[in-house]
Protein backbone atom coordinates (compact mmCIF):
# COMPACT_ATOMS: atom_id res chain seq x y z
CA UNK A 1 0.00 0.00 0.00
CA UNK A 2 1.36 3.12 -0.91
CA UNK A 3 0.89 5.62 2.15
CA UNK A 4 2.15 9.34 0.01
CA UNK A 5 4.13 10.12 -3.09
CA UNK A 6 5.35 13.79 -2.72
CA UNK A 7 8.56 15.84 -4.46
CA UNK A 8 12.12 16.05 -3.01
CA UNK A 9 15.17 17.93 -4.41
CA UNK A 10 18.38 16.58 -4.64
CA UNK A 11 21.74 18.65 -4.08
CA UNK A 12 21.86 19.36 -8.09
CA UNK A 13 18.44 20.87 -8.19
CA UNK A 14 16.97 17.88 -10.07
CA UNK A 15 13.05 17.42 -8.87
CA UNK A 16 12.18 13.50 -8.48
CA UNK A 17 9.14 11.61 -6.64
CA UNK A 18 9.77 10.08 -2.85
CA UNK A 19 7.31 7.27 -1.94
CA UNK A 20 6.22 5.61 1.22
CA UNK A 21 5.18 2.10 0.72
CA UNK A 22 3.92 -0.12 3.47
CA UNK A 23 4.20 -3.66 2.81
CA UNK A 24 2.82 -5.78 1.27
CA UNK A 25 2.20 -4.37 -1.83
CA UNK A 26 2.21 -6.40 -5.36
CA UNK A 27 2.40 -2.84 -7.62
CA UNK A 28 5.18 -1.79 -6.27
CA UNK A 29 7.27 -4.46 -5.57
CA UNK A 30 8.83 -4.80 -8.89
CA UNK A 31 10.06 -1.46 -8.54
CA UNK A 32 11.21 -2.08 -5.32
CA UNK A 33 13.34 -5.66 -5.97
CA UNK A 34 14.14 -4.28 -8.96
CA UNK A 35 16.70 -1.62 -6.99
CA UNK A 36 17.72 -4.03 -4.08
CA UNK A 37 17.42 -7.38 -5.42
CA UNK A 38 21.47 -7.37 -5.32
CA UNK A 39 21.46 -7.62 -1.65
CA UNK A 40 21.75 -11.39 -1.01
CA UNK A 41 19.62 -14.72 -1.25
CA UNK A 42 17.91 -14.36 2.62
CA UNK A 43 17.33 -10.50 2.06
CA UNK A 44 16.05 -11.37 -1.22
CA UNK A 45 13.46 -14.05 0.41
CA UNK A 46 12.80 -11.15 3.30
CA UNK A 47 11.95 -8.27 0.78
CA UNK A 48 9.55 -11.16 -0.97
CA UNK A 49 8.13 -11.87 2.17
CA UNK A 50 7.41 -8.62 3.10
CA UNK A 51 5.74 -7.49 0.01
CA UNK A 52 3.87 -10.75 -0.42
CA UNK A 53 1.51 -10.69 2.33
CA UNK A 54 1.62 -9.08 6.28
CA UNK A 55 3.56 -11.48 8.44
CA UNK A 56 2.62 -9.09 11.60
CA UNK A 57 5.38 -6.71 11.69
CA UNK A 58 5.32 -2.75 10.55
CA UNK A 59 7.55 -2.31 6.83
CA UNK A 60 7.86 0.67 5.46
CA UNK A 61 10.16 1.36 1.97
CA UNK A 62 11.03 5.05 1.49
CA UNK A 63 12.52 4.96 -2.05
CA UNK A 64 13.29 7.97 -4.37
CA UNK A 65 12.33 7.52 -8.10
CA UNK A 66 11.87 8.60 -11.35
CA UNK A 67 8.48 8.39 -12.53
CA UNK A 68 8.57 4.84 -11.09
CA UNK A 69 12.01 3.97 -11.94
CA UNK A 70 13.67 3.74 -8.07
CA UNK A 71 17.60 4.88 -7.88
CA UNK A 72 17.65 5.43 -3.78
CA UNK A 73 16.03 3.69 -0.90
CA UNK A 74 15.82 2.95 2.87
CA UNK A 75 13.49 0.33 4.95
CA UNK A 76 12.68 -0.27 8.52
CA UNK A 77 10.72 -3.44 10.21
CA UNK A 78 8.96 -2.95 13.06
CA UNK A 79 6.99 -4.11 15.98
CA UNK A 80 5.39 -1.94 18.42
CA UNK A 81 7.53 1.49 17.66
CA UNK A 82 10.84 -0.53 18.01
CA UNK A 83 12.96 -1.78 14.60
CA UNK A 84 15.46 -2.34 12.29
CA UNK A 85 16.92 0.12 9.81
CA UNK A 86 17.95 -1.15 6.40
CA UNK A 87 18.24 -1.86 2.33
CA UNK A 88 19.95 1.38 1.87
CA UNK A 89 21.11 2.07 -1.25
CA UNK A 90 21.40 4.43 -3.96
CA UNK A 91 22.47 3.60 -7.72
CA UNK A 92 26.08 4.87 -8.93
CA UNK A 93 25.05 7.18 -11.06
CA UNK A 94 23.13 9.12 -8.33
CA UNK A 95 25.52 8.62 -5.83
CA UNK A 96 26.61 11.98 -3.78
CA UNK A 97 23.77 13.69 -4.73
CA UNK A 98 22.43 13.80 -1.48
CA UNK A 99 19.67 11.34 -1.89
CA UNK A 100 19.95 9.68 1.08
CA UNK A 101 20.23 12.35 3.53
CA UNK A 102 16.93 13.44 1.79
CA UNK A 103 15.53 10.15 2.14
CA UNK A 104 16.82 9.74 6.18
CA UNK A 105 15.34 13.07 6.89
CA UNK A 106 11.83 11.96 6.09
CA UNK A 107 12.02 8.98 7.02
CA UNK A 108 13.06 9.63 10.32
CA UNK A 109 10.31 12.34 10.74
CA UNK A 110 7.73 9.86 10.11
CA UNK A 111 8.95 6.96 12.30
CA UNK A 112 8.80 9.94 15.08
CA UNK A 113 5.19 10.76 13.76
CA UNK A 114 3.83 7.01 13.64
CA UNK A 115 5.51 6.85 17.82
CA UNK A 116 8.81 5.42 16.70
CA UNK A 117 10.64 4.36 20.02
CA UNK A 118 14.18 2.71 19.01
CA UNK A 119 15.84 1.72 15.50
CA UNK A 120 19.11 -0.46 15.19
CA UNK A 121 21.38 -0.84 12.11
CA UNK A 122 25.08 -2.47 10.91
CA UNK A 123 27.71 -0.67 9.08
CA UNK A 124 30.95 -0.09 9.02
CA UNK A 125 32.35 1.61 11.89
CA UNK A 126 33.45 5.37 11.01
CA UNK A 127 32.47 5.02 7.35
CA UNK A 128 30.15 7.66 5.32
CA UNK A 129 27.62 6.07 5.83
CA UNK A 130 27.81 5.94 9.30
CA UNK A 131 28.84 9.47 9.76
CA UNK A 132 25.03 9.97 7.68
CA UNK A 133 23.65 8.12 10.50
CA UNK A 134 25.17 10.11 13.02
CA UNK A 135 23.78 13.09 11.71
CA UNK A 136 20.40 11.47 12.11
CA UNK A 137 20.40 10.70 15.70
CA UNK A 138 22.33 7.77 15.61
CA UNK A 139 25.04 6.26 18.29
CA UNK A 140 27.16 3.67 17.89
CA UNK A 141 27.27 0.91 20.54
CA UNK A 142 30.62 0.56 20.78
CA UNK A 143 34.23 1.96 19.27
CA UNK A 144 35.48 -0.05 16.29
CA UNK A 145 31.69 -1.78 15.90
CA UNK A 146 30.11 -0.82 13.11
CA UNK A 147 26.09 -1.23 14.98
CA UNK A 148 24.36 1.46 15.76
CA UNK A 149 20.85 2.37 17.64
CA UNK A 150 18.81 5.54 17.84
CA UNK A 151 16.37 6.26 20.53
CA UNK A 152 13.02 8.67 20.49
CA UNK A 153 13.95 10.00 23.98
CA UNK A 154 16.17 8.76 26.86
CA UNK A 155 18.08 5.93 26.00
CA UNK A 156 18.01 4.60 29.86
CA UNK A 157 14.25 5.34 30.17
CA UNK A 158 13.34 3.43 27.09
CA UNK A 159 15.66 0.17 28.38
CA UNK A 160 14.62 0.35 31.80
CA UNK A 161 10.76 0.10 30.40
CA UNK A 162 12.03 -2.69 28.01
CA UNK A 163 12.95 -4.61 30.18
CA UNK A 164 11.50 -4.09 32.83
CA UNK A 165 10.63 -7.13 34.93
CA UNK A 166 7.39 -9.31 34.13
CA UNK A 167 5.76 -12.74 33.75
CA UNK A 168 7.16 -13.44 30.40
CA UNK A 169 6.11 -16.12 28.37
CA UNK A 170 7.68 -18.51 25.76
CA UNK A 171 6.99 -18.28 22.09
CA UNK A 172 8.40 -19.83 19.11
CA UNK A 173 10.47 -17.17 17.33
CA UNK A 174 8.36 -15.66 14.28
CA UNK A 175 8.16 -12.34 12.32
CA UNK A 176 7.61 -10.13 15.41
CA UNK A 177 10.56 -11.08 17.33
CA UNK A 178 12.88 -10.01 14.18
CA UNK A 179 12.44 -6.31 15.18
CA UNK A 180 12.80 -6.71 18.93
CA UNK A 181 15.81 -9.46 19.29
CA UNK A 182 18.32 -6.64 18.21
CA UNK A 183 17.80 -4.36 21.19
CA UNK A 184 18.47 -7.66 23.16
CA UNK A 185 21.39 -8.55 21.58
CA UNK A 186 23.03 -4.82 21.18
CA UNK A 187 22.42 -3.78 24.62
CA UNK A 188 25.40 -4.02 26.85
CA UNK A 189 24.18 -6.76 28.86
CA UNK A 190 27.44 -9.37 30.25
CA UNK A 191 28.43 -11.98 27.33
CA UNK A 192 30.18 -12.25 24.15
CA UNK A 193 29.05 -16.12 22.90
CA UNK A 194 25.04 -14.77 21.99
CA UNK A 195 23.87 -16.95 19.65
CA UNK A 196 26.45 -19.17 18.68
CA UNK A 197 24.69 -21.43 16.14
CA UNK A 198 24.32 -18.82 13.75
CA UNK A 199 27.92 -17.20 14.43
CA UNK A 200 26.37 -14.54 16.90
CA UNK A 201 29.50 -13.17 18.92
CA UNK A 202 29.31 -9.92 20.86
CA UNK A 203 27.24 -6.29 20.26
CA UNK A 204 26.21 -7.66 16.87
CA UNK A 205 22.39 -7.47 15.42
CA UNK A 206 20.66 -10.68 14.90
CA UNK A 207 18.82 -9.04 11.83
CA UNK A 208 20.37 -11.34 9.55
CA UNK A 209 21.09 -14.59 11.70
CA UNK A 210 17.53 -14.75 13.01
CA UNK A 211 15.84 -14.43 9.15
CA UNK A 212 17.54 -18.12 8.59
CA UNK A 213 15.69 -19.26 12.09
CA UNK A 214 12.25 -17.19 10.81
CA UNK A 215 12.19 -19.09 7.07
CA UNK A 216 13.49 -22.70 8.48
CA UNK A 217 9.72 -22.43 10.61
CA UNK A 218 7.55 -20.97 8.01
CA UNK A 219 8.30 -22.61 4.96
CA UNK A 220 6.18 -26.01 4.18
CA UNK A 221 7.22 -28.49 6.38
CA UNK A 222 8.80 -26.25 8.54
CA UNK A 223 11.46 -26.58 11.79
CA UNK A 224 11.11 -24.42 14.66
CA UNK A 225 14.56 -23.66 15.75
CA UNK A 226 14.68 -21.08 18.46
CA UNK A 227 12.17 -20.31 21.15
CA UNK A 228 11.93 -16.38 22.42
CA UNK A 229 11.21 -15.37 26.08
CA UNK A 230 8.27 -12.36 25.61
CA UNK A 231 7.17 -9.42 27.67
CA UNK A 232 3.18 -10.40 26.16
CA UNK A 233 2.11 -6.81 26.96
CA UNK A 234 4.82 -4.75 25.12
CA UNK A 235 6.40 -7.16 22.45
CA UNK A 236 9.65 -6.84 24.04
CA UNK A 237 12.50 -9.66 23.48
CA UNK A 238 13.74 -10.81 26.62
CA UNK A 239 15.52 -13.61 25.60
CA UNK A 240 16.30 -16.41 23.28
CA UNK A 241 17.24 -19.71 22.75
CA UNK A 242 18.52 -21.53 19.37
CA UNK A 243 19.64 -24.62 17.94
CA UNK A 244 21.31 -25.26 14.87
CA UNK A 245 23.18 -28.76 13.09
CA UNK A 246 26.89 -28.55 14.19
CA UNK A 247 28.96 -27.20 10.82
CA UNK A 248 31.55 -29.47 11.38
CA UNK A 249 30.42 -32.59 13.61
CA UNK A 250 27.91 -34.90 12.39
CA UNK A 251 25.31 -36.06 14.92
CA UNK A 252 25.66 -32.94 16.73
CA UNK A 253 23.84 -30.03 17.41
CA UNK A 254 24.86 -26.70 18.36
CA UNK A 255 22.43 -24.67 21.31
CA UNK A 256 22.66 -21.09 22.85
CA UNK A 257 20.54 -19.08 24.98
CA UNK A 258 20.91 -15.77 25.49
CA UNK A 259 18.82 -13.48 27.71
CA UNK A 260 18.84 -9.87 29.53
CA UNK A 261 20.40 -9.87 32.92
CA UNK A 262 16.92 -9.67 34.70
CA UNK A 263 15.68 -12.64 32.85
CA UNK A 264 18.34 -15.83 33.29
CA UNK A 265 16.21 -17.31 35.72
CA UNK A 266 13.90 -18.06 32.89
CA UNK A 267 16.87 -19.53 30.51
CA UNK A 268 16.17 -23.24 32.01
CA UNK A 269 12.42 -23.41 30.87
CA UNK A 270 13.80 -21.22 27.54
CA UNK A 271 15.78 -24.29 26.76
CA UNK A 272 13.90 -26.80 27.72
CA UNK A 273 11.48 -25.72 24.94
CA UNK A 274 13.52 -26.24 22.55
CA UNK A 275 12.12 -28.54 19.79
CA UNK A 276 15.35 -30.01 19.16
CA UNK A 277 15.84 -32.41 15.57
CA UNK A 278 17.18 -36.11 16.41
CA UNK A 279 21.22 -36.22 17.01
CA UNK A 280 23.35 -37.93 19.59
CA UNK A 281 24.99 -34.85 21.07
CA UNK A 282 24.59 -31.23 22.08
CA UNK A 283 27.13 -29.05 22.04
CA UNK A 284 27.30 -25.67 24.02
CA UNK A 285 29.27 -22.96 24.79
CA UNK A 286 29.60 -20.18 27.57
CA UNK A 287 32.22 -17.61 28.08
CA UNK A 288 33.92 -16.59 31.38
CA UNK A 289 31.75 -13.19 31.44
CA UNK A 290 28.66 -14.56 31.76
CA UNK A 291 28.33 -17.30 34.25
CA UNK A 292 24.35 -17.42 34.48
CA UNK A 293 24.70 -19.11 31.08
CA UNK A 294 27.12 -21.93 32.17
CA UNK A 295 24.37 -22.32 35.30
CA UNK A 296 21.41 -22.68 32.50
CA UNK A 297 22.84 -25.20 30.93
CA UNK A 298 24.40 -27.27 33.37
CA UNK A 299 20.32 -27.03 34.83
CA UNK A 300 19.08 -28.99 31.75
CA UNK A 301 22.12 -31.57 31.59
CA UNK A 302 24.76 -30.31 30.02
CA UNK A 303 27.91 -31.10 31.15
CA UNK A 304 31.33 -29.32 30.98
CA UNK A 305 33.39 -31.14 28.67
CA UNK A 306 36.69 -28.19 28.79
CA UNK A 307 37.80 -25.00 28.99
CA UNK A 308 39.47 -23.54 25.84
CA UNK A 309 41.56 -20.49 27.34
CA UNK A 310 41.27 -17.19 25.21
CA UNK A 311 39.16 -18.42 22.69
CA UNK A 312 36.90 -15.56 22.01
CA UNK A 313 37.63 -11.80 21.56
CA UNK A 314 35.63 -9.63 23.72
CA UNK A 315 34.91 -6.90 21.72
CA UNK A 316 35.77 -5.25 18.54
CA UNK A 317 37.81 -2.08 19.61
CA UNK A 318 40.92 -5.12 20.62
CA UNK A 319 42.50 -7.80 20.70
CA UNK A 320 41.69 -9.45 24.30
CA UNK A 321 40.24 -12.50 24.49
CA UNK A 322 38.01 -14.70 27.12
CA UNK A 323 37.40 -18.09 27.88
CA UNK A 324 35.22 -20.29 26.78
CA UNK A 325 33.55 -23.19 28.61
CA UNK A 326 32.69 -25.93 25.87
CA UNK A 327 29.63 -28.12 27.31
CA UNK A 328 28.31 -31.85 26.24
CA UNK A 329 25.04 -33.21 26.77
CA UNK A 330 24.50 -36.64 25.44
CA UNK A 331 21.38 -38.13 24.63
Excluded at 193 to 221: C, Q
Aim: hydrophobic share 40%; net charge positive.
Amino acid sequence: MIESTTKATLKTGESVDFSIVKAPDAKWAPVIMNLIGHKGEIWNWQNEQMLKESVGIDFYYYFLHRQGTGFSNVATGEYRGVGSFGHVYTTPDDRRKGACAVIMERQMAHFRERGGRYLTLGTGFETPPYNIYKKFGFVGVESHNGHMTYCNGPVNAFMDEYFAPCKAVIEPISWKHWPGTTVLFLSDAPGVIRMAPERVFGRVSTEGPLLHVIRDRVKPNGLTRGHALVNPDTGAVLGIAVWNWDKLWTGTLVIDVFCHPRFWNRAPDLLKALELAPDERHLAYADALCPQKRDALESVGFKVVTTLPKWQRISWAGPERIDVTLLERRV
